[in-house]
C-alpha cells in the first residue's frame, strides 16, 4: 500500500539529488567556457538538460496523489507545531537557492 | 516499516560539491565499480532486480564519514533554522566530510534505492514518462560524475 508521505518524501530525495547535480554540471560547464572546452560545454549542457527534465519529473512523481489527500495529508506536517515555520515551501531548499 | 527507515539523507554543503577531483587509485576503482552497478540497476526491467543491486552496492559502500555542516552562513538569503526546519521535515542533513566523493555516491544511491522502493509497491500508478525521465537523470549524474573523478565504468553499462 503507498503512504502519501513516502511518495511526497521518496521523490524530493531524487529532487534534492538532481538540483546537487545540476549545481555541479553547470559549474563544470561555466568552466569549459572559461577553458574554451566547447565540446565539454556542450557535454555539460546536454547533461544539465537531462537534470532539469529530471527536476521535473521528481516533482511531478512526488505529487502522485490527489489534491484532497495533499490537504488532509501532505500539507498540515508542513505547518506548526510540525515544522517551525509559519510559511514553510520549497524556496527553503538550500540546493534550490543556492542554484 | 519502510527499507528505509534507518536512513537519513546526507547531502554535502553546497559549496563543497566538486567538479574536478583526482581520486586515490583504490577509491577510484571502488566508486567506478559501484557506479556501474548502479547503472546496470537503473537498465533492469524488473524493479525486484533493480533493488536488489542497490541494496547490495549500499552495504558494500557503507558509512562515509560525516559530520553536521555548521550553517552559520548559508550565502544565500536563507537562514539556518530555515534550512534545518526544511532539512528536518525531509529527514535530509547537510553534512561536511573527510570522504566527500563517498558522500555524493551514497545520497545518490539512497535516491535511487528509495524511487525503486516506491516503484516496487503494488498498484502504485507513477507516470511512465516521469518515472524514465527520472532514471535518465540518474544515469546522466552517474556519467557527470565519472567525469568529475575520472571513473572508468563498466562499458557494458553504457547507454
Not at chain 2, 519502510?2 to 559549496?15: A, G, I, K, R, S
Not at chain 2, 560525516?66 to 553534512?95: C, G, Q, Y
Request: glycine residues 2%; aromatic residues 10%.
Amino acid at each position: 500500500m503507498l503512504d502519501t508521505q513516502e511518495i511526497w518524501k521518496g521523490f524530493h530525495w531524487s529532487f534534492f539529488v538532481n538540483v546537487q547535480a545540476l549545481i555541479i554540471c553547470l559549474r563544470r560547464f561555466e568552466s569549459s567556457l572559461v577553458l574554451g572546452d566547447i565540446a565539454m560545454a556542450k557535454t555539460e549542457l546536454e547533461t544539465a538538460t537531462d537534470l532539469m527534465l529530471a527536476s521535473g519529473a521528481s516533482m511531478q512523481l512526488a505529487g502522485s496523489f490527489s489534491k484532497q489527500e495533499y490537504e488532509s495529508h501532505i500539507r498540515p506536517k508542513m505547518s506548526p507545531p510540525y515544522v517551525k515555520s509559519d510559511n514553510f515551501s520549497g524556496l527553503m531548499s538550500w540546493e534550490h537557492l543556492h542554484l | 516499516m519502510t527499507h528505509y527507515d534507518e536512513f537519513e539523507l546526507n547531502l554535502l554543503v553546497p559549496w563543497d560539491l566538486p567538479i574536478d577531483e583526482q581520486l586515490s587509485e583504490a577509491n577510484t576503482v571502488k566508486l567506478s565499480q559501484a557506479l556501474s552497478q548502479i547503472l546496470k540497476a537503473l537498465k533492469q526491467v524488473d524493479v525486484s532486480s533493480a533493488l536488489i543491486i542497490v541494496e547490495d552496492e549500499l552495504y558494500k559502500l557503507g558509512s562515509p564519514d560525516v559530520f553536521p555542516a555548521k550553517i552559520s552562513s548559508s550565502k544565500t538569503a536563507l537562514k539556518s533554522w530555515e534550512i534545518e526546519d526544511f532539512d528536518s521535515h525531509f529527514d535530509v542533513n547537510h553534512v561536511e566530510s573527510q570522504q566527500p566523493a563517498f558522500c555524493i555516491v551514497k545520497s545518490l544511491m539512497l535516491a535511487v534505492y528509495r524511487m525503486f522502493v516506491l516503484l516496487d509497491k503494488q498498484n502504485n500508478n507513477f507516470d511512465s514518462t516521469q518515472v524514465e525521465r527520472q532514471k535518465q537523470g540518474y544515469i546522466s549524474y552517474i556519467r557527470l560524475l565519472s567525469r568529475v573523478y575520472h571513473l572508468q565504468l563498466n562499458p557494458k553499462s553504457k547507454i
